[in-house]
């Protein structure tokens, strides 16, 4: 039986420019994802999309597996392709629910006729189909409020299609419909989490992470690739700006108070990252901070580290909890590579007793004795890029 998967996109509230440049992403995205499993066809009906493979080794359940990744897609079901006369659906409905109508109780059918030319009207499609159905399945019954599942007759124009239930899609927005972001990506559990939250609003994604060798490992480096494999599965590819920090760590050491480390390190990454960010087209950043979850993540602290930087800071995890955090981390498989035992440069020099409220100017003055212009310098000319896919 030819099989084609159905999409059915989202985001319905959309208009006018915004709904066809959602449009065209969203094909694109589609087609890039969908590619390495060999040919097929999309085309467009209204807010449905039909794949319809071409060769005969393309993979239909790896292709439902990555059309459930891509944002901007509401939800999606396999479907069977039959030939557009009553005689044929009344056959190959049966034979194709087979396996899962015999696994459950109810159903209703639901006929939608895009070919008015049909002989059937839909509710005499229903009709004939449901009857079938009963006979064929005895331990079936009707249920036309809350059914297991809703077998589904599309008529279109050069053929019928077949389904079950749809499958949720992952929401969201199409990436590349938002523009394009920096993730500031660290080892830990909170930014692979908060680059994923931002691609599904549409961001595709460059990503900065901060090396301190050889305070931190190239093992801690490996892992940090590893997150962004498991976060481009949902982005797409992630062009990695690797950013020599030990120079600058090794100078705030040796020349700010102590309980400035933390905030001037956050500082010194804001200003390196914004300056990245411009020089990749990326109109902000986006970091893994959570509310008070440690020191330099209270509203003072997170104050003087974005006083440094001059294009606006998205934070997707604010307002949530480590335990919401890790319920997503583990959604995209990230949670495992996450907690492997990897030195961060965070973790690096870290004071006794950070800073938590820092006042106005203070960090300015624990700064003094860095010449920040060629800390920078130096970083941004030490830096190694590589393509995460
Ligand atoms: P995470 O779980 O993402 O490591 P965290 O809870 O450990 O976050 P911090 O260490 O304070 O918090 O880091 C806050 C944010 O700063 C991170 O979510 C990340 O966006 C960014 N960050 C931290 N360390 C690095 C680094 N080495 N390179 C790039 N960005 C970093
Ligand atoms: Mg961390």
């Known amino acids: 039986?030819?099989?084609?998967?159905?999409?059915?996109?989202?985001?319905?509230?959309?208009?006018?420019?915004?709904?066809?440049?959602?449009?065209?992403?969203?094909?694109?995205?589609?087609?890039r994802r969908l590619k390495p499993l060999g040919e097929f066809k999309i085309s467009r009906a209204q807010s449905t999309m039909y794949v319809e493979p071409l060769s005969d080794d393309f993979d239909v359940d790896?292709?439902?597996?990555?059309?459930?990744?891509i944002f901007g897609i509401a939800g999606y079901s396999r479907a069977c392709v039959c030939e557009k006369s009553v005689e044929s659906i009344l056959d190959t409905a049966p034979k194709y629910l087979a396996e899962t109508?015999?696994?459950?109780?109810?159903f209703k059918v639901e006929a939608k006729r895009a070919d008015k030319s049909f002989p059937l009207k839909s509710p005499e499609i229903c009709r004939e189909l449901g009857g079938v159905l009963l006979e064929r399945f005895p331990h079936l019954k009707v249920d036309v409020h809350a059914p297991?599942?809703?077998?589904?007759?599309?008529?279109?124009?050069?053929?019928?299609?077949?389904?079950?239930?749809?499958?949720?899609?992952?929401?969201?927005?199409?990436?590349?419909t938002s523009g394009k972001a920096e993730i500031l990506i660290s080892g830990g559990i909170d930014s692979p989490v908060a680059g994923y939250m931002m691609a599904k609003r549409g961001l595709s994604l460059n990503a900065i992470h901060f090396a301190s060798p050889p305070y931190t490992s190239a093992l801690?480096?490996?892992?940090?690739?590893?997150?962004?494999?498991?976060?481009?599965?949902?982005?797409?590819?992630?062009?990695?700006?690797?950013?020599?920090?030990?120079?600058?760590?090794?100078?705030?050491?040796?020349?700010?108070?102590?309980d400035f480390f933390t905030l001037i390190m956050r500082r010194m990454m804001m200003r390196i990252s914004c300056i990245i960010a411009r020089n990749d087209g990326c109109l902000g950043l986006v970091t893994g901070e959570s509310l008070g979850q440690v020191a330099s993540q209270t509203l003072p602290a997170i104050s003087v580290t974005d006083?440094?930087?001059?294009?606006?800071?998205?934070?997707?995890?604010i307002g949530m909890d480590k335990e919401?955090?890790?319920?997503?981390?583990r959604h995209i498989d990230a949670f495992e590579t996450s907690i492997l035992p990897y030195e961060d440069c965070c973790t690096v020099f870290t004071p006794k007793h950070p800073h938590t409220r820092p006042k106005p100017g203070q960090c300015e003055k624990a700064e003094e004795f860095l010449d920040i212009d060629l800390l920078i310098d130096n970083a941004?000319?030490?830096?190694?890029?590589?393509y995460i896919d």
């Open 380 to 386: 941004i000319n030490g830096i190694t890029y590589y």
């Open 62 to 69: 790896e292709a439902l597996d990555r059309v459930g990744k």
């Open 101 to 106: 109508l015999s696994a459950l109780k109810t």
């Open 307 to 317: 006083s440094v930087c001059d294009i606006p800071v998205l934070r997707p995890l």
């Open 1 to 31: 039986m030819k099989e084609i998967i159905l999409i059915k996109d989202g985001e319905l509230a959309l208009k006018g420019l915004n709904r066809s440049n959602f449009e065209s992403k969203l094909v694109n995205n589609i087609k």
């Open 148 to 176: 297991d599942i809703v077998v589904t007759v599309e008529i279109r124009d050069f053929a019928a299609y077949i389904r079950g239930n749809q499958q949720k899609g992952a929401g969201g927005l199409p990436v590349g």
């Open 220 to 258: 801690a480096e490996e892992k940090v690739k590893k997150l962004l494999e498991k976060v481009s599965v949902y982005s797409g590819t992630i062009k990695l700006a690797v950013v020599p920090f030990t120079e600058i760590q090794e100078q705030i050491r040796d020349k700010c108070p102590e």
């Open 324 to 329: 919401e955090i890790v319920t997503v981390s």
